[in-house]
Each structure stands twice: as C-alpha cells, then as structure tokens.
C-alpha cells in the first residue's frame, strides 16, 4: 500500500504561483509513474501533468508553459510548480501513483491509476 500526501495548495489571484508537494511513503524509483490530476466541481478528473521515473514529463494543453512537474527520487516526493495561476485552474488537487514496470506513464486513463493522495484545494480568484 502507498499513502500519498500533499501539501501546499492554497488561495492565490490570477497570475500568483503555488507549489505543490506529494510525499509517498514508498520508494517510487522505477516503479511508479507519479502524476497530479485535478478536479472542479461539477467537472471530471483531469490528468494535469505526468512524470515517469526517468524524468520525462507530459502535461495537459492548458497548463503547458505554466506549471512544471519534477520529483525528487531520493526524497519520493513529487512537486508541481504552478505559475501564471488563471481561475480556470481552480480545482482540488490530487497526487498519483501508477505502477508499472520501470515507473514509466503508460496510461492517461484515471481509473487505471493504484493510488491517490486525499487533495488540496487552489482557489484561483481573478
């Protein structure tokens, strides 16, 4: 079992910056691909950005130039820089582990991901 906890969400205006944190409780290094997904209410849970174990990144189109995923292997911890921060961005956000061999994203798909942080909320006001 993975426990993943976050931290570092908050209140910004439009154009502020967050930096989110997810601590696992587990080794993540070539065995999970760790990602941050978010959801606004009323909407469905959207992939926000993906980082395999060898660093490789994806993001969703609307955050692209805007937020930076990395992570810390020594530390299994997973960061989201969030900057150029716009209402549409509010949302609860989650932190996410997927298994698979190598730690590589080998799907978008949120219901194949194993497991998921309880959320921190970014309220975006304009």
Known sequence: QV???ESGGGSV???GSLRLSCQASVNTYNTYCMGWWRQAPG???QGVAFIDSDGRRSYTDSVK???TISRDNAKNTVFLQMNGLEPGDTAMYYCAALRSDGG?????NNGDW?????GTQV???S
């Open 65 to 67: 130039g805007r937020f």
């Open 123 to 125: 309220a975006v006001s």
């Open 13 to 15: 205006q439009a154009g």
């Open 104 to 108: 590589y994203c080998t799907s978008n």
């Open 3 to 5: 426990q993943l906890v």
């Open 114 to 118: 194993h497991y998921w942080g309880q």
């Open 43 to 45: 909407k469905e849970r």
